[in-house]
């Protein structure tokens, strides 16, 4: 047995297996080098490099070298072995960050028909955010052959957008999808967009209605805020679809597919997956295979030599490219979307293209290895603080936030809906400010009316769980407060990112207890986000008459 140096750690390697590598050396010695460098450095392997250590220690203390005529390849000691990006995640299309000086004239972007622009015209949009003037034309590139793969076989890439919360990802999927099935004849769910929450689903349907209006186009919601039924109903009537876009929570949507209640997507086109991230989390529900096993349906039946067919991707043949068939492409946006290529994998992506923000230095290249964190970008008019607190004087703080600072409207978010419901409780009690609690404590219908409460301005402080965190669209917040810091840097980006939307300007505070401050600022810094600065609060404004 011989002891390998691999830098600082050792590892035994018996006596058989030199033979077996001096044999791989003659004809592999690739195959070689990969063994020991998964040997080295896999974390999964530390446990079986500590059991060599200790179970033979006499052969720890020979420090023995290879045998003469034995070399070990891959120069270990001085090279560590990073993971690489594939090109497409490390050379991204970069969009612009600067929201306010990148603006582009809606008539700019051609392939938007008029009635759609004079739609966008009526709702106060006269120039596209740097996202929506980069995704809408490739999104649009990407279907102008029709619905259909054309001859060749051309199948359009998937897409990818990384861009911050509030820079308007919504739009730049809704306008390229309504635009491209006005021109359609017969009316299919051709578009599917899956999203993690009711609200969230609810806040996307909104958007769609408003844009296929007076259109052709239909929209349907499956997210559980009507029966099962009427969301049944609403699919189709005497086997004739009467939706052309679904917009779905997980749940809800494979109740849908499991029960066959007359949803069909052997005609989908789209499939936009939102809060992508955090739709990977919950892949283990597999909703995703669900979604593709009936979008390829047609193709596994008797149906199979119907010219119509649709078949799941696999090798190009000349006959593969002869029949049309239509495209299932996906669109996938995120402010927090992974780098992980291990965990985009699972999505399947064909030929995927990237579009993130995320500035240069921070993403990696080809070249350079992945750093040990994710980064990502945060919207431009946030400006970060974090205020360092004991765990007694937390409530006296945000009084002072809304009665002394006045900064309301203020969003506060704890890491329970125990701690938000004793919070609302000890405020309420305090009296003289409008507070109001937002979590899953409350039923859906109560959760819409105090959001609705909160954006008219009729609740100074909505303390919320992280169930506010993603997403949410509310106008006019000035304020976050973390009043629990959050755990995770997702979570903390979303969070924050309910204020400075749509290029506007926003604070955001986080209390941090000493303890957490050197962990909470480390996390933040290495996220990628510009700076956050201390704020002190003077002991003595706290006992001062808060009324
Ligand atoms: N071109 C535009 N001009 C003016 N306002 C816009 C434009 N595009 C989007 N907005 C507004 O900006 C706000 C944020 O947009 P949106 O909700 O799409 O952001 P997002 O990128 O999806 O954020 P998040 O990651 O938090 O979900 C919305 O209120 C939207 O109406």
């Given amino acids: 047995d011989v002891n390998v140096n691999h830098g600082d750690k050792k590892r035994v390697i018996p006596a058989l297996d030199l033979h077996c590598m ?86 700019n972007i051609s392939g938007i028909s008029a009635q759609l622009l004079k739609k966008l015209q009526n709702n106060g949009i006269l120039h596209f955010f740097p996202v929506q003037a980069e995704v809408i ?24 957008v990384s861009a911050p919360t509030g820079s308007g990802k919504t739009l730049s999927f809704v306008i390229p999808v309504i635009q491209v099935l006005m021109e359609r004849v017969v009316c299919e769910v051709r578009a599917l967009a899956v999203l993690p929450t009711k609200e969230l689903a609810q806040q996307v349907y909104k958007v769609f209605t408003s844009y296929a209006e007076g259109t052709t186009v239909k929209v349907v919601m499956l997210a559980g805020q009507k029966s099962f ?44 997956i939102d809060e992508a991230d955090r739709m990977i989390d919950s892949m283990h529900q597999s909703w995703l295979s669900q979604v593709v096993k009936v979008v390829y349906r047609s193709g596994s039946g008797s149906e199979t030599t119907s010219i119509f067919r649709r078949t799941e991707p696999a090798h190009i043949t000349a006959a593969s490219l002869s029949p049309p068939q239509v495209p299932l492409q996906k669109l996938l946006f995120s402010a927090t979307l992974t780098q992980n290529p291990e965990k985009l994998q699972q999505l399947g992506l064909h030929q995927p293209r990237l579009f993130s923000s995320v500035h240069s230095q921070s993403s990696t290249t080809a070249a350079a290895p992945t750093t040990k964190q994710d980064r990502f970008d945060f919207p431009q008019g946030l400006t970060e603080y974090y205020v360092p607190c004991t765990l007694s004087n937390k409530p006296l703080l945000i009084l002072h936030f809304i009665l002394r600072m006045k900064l309301s409207p203020v969003l506060c978010f704890t890491n329970s809906r125990e701690n938000a419901h004793r919070l609302y409780l000890l405020l309420e009690l305090f009296g ?101 600065q201390k704020q002190m609060v003077k002991p003595e404004n706290l006992k001062k008459k808060l009324h």
């Fill in 432 to 532: 003289g400010i409008q507070v109001a609690e937002f979590s899953s404590r409350l039923s859906p219908g109560e959760r819409k009316k105090t959001l609705k409460g909160f954006e008219q301005g009729k609740i100074q402080l909505l303390i919320s769980t992280d169930a506010a965190a993603r997403g949410i669209d509310i106008n006019g917040v000035k304020c976050v407060v973390n009043y629990d810091a959050p755990q995770y840097i997702r979570t903390y980006i979303h969070r924050v990112g309910r204020t400075a939307r749509a290029g506007k300007a926003g604070l955001a505070f986080t209390f941090l207890l000493s303890v957490q401050e050197k962990n909470f600022l480390q996390m933040v810094v290495e996220a990628g986000s510009p700076g956050i």
């Fill in 137 to 160: 034309p490739a999104i649009l590139e990407s279907a102008q052959q029709g619905l259909l793969i054309g001859r060749g076989g051309y199948k359009p890439r998937d897409i990818c």
């Fill in 22 to 107: 001096s044999w791989i050396l003659g004809s592999s010695a690739e195959g070689v080098s990969g063994a020991l460098v998964s040997g080295g450095d896999g974390p999964e392997d530390t446990g079986g490099q500590e059991e060599a250590e200790k179970d033979s220690p006499e052969q720890n203390s020979q420090k023995t070298s290879a045998p003469t005529g034995f070399t070990v390849l891959g120069g270990f000691e001085s090279k560590p072995v990073h993971r690489v990006l594939p090109q497409w995640l490390a050379e991204p299309d970069v969009i612009h960050r600067d929201i306010k000086n990148n603006l582009v004239p809606i008539s």
């Fill in 229 to 272: 039924a009427a969301e049944q109903a609403s699919l189709s009537e005497h086997r004739r679809s009467l939706a052309d876009i679904v917009v779905a929570t997980p749940g809800r949507l494979v109740d849908h597919i499991n029960k066959n209640s007359g949803l069909c997507l052997e005609q989908l086109r789209f499939l936009i």
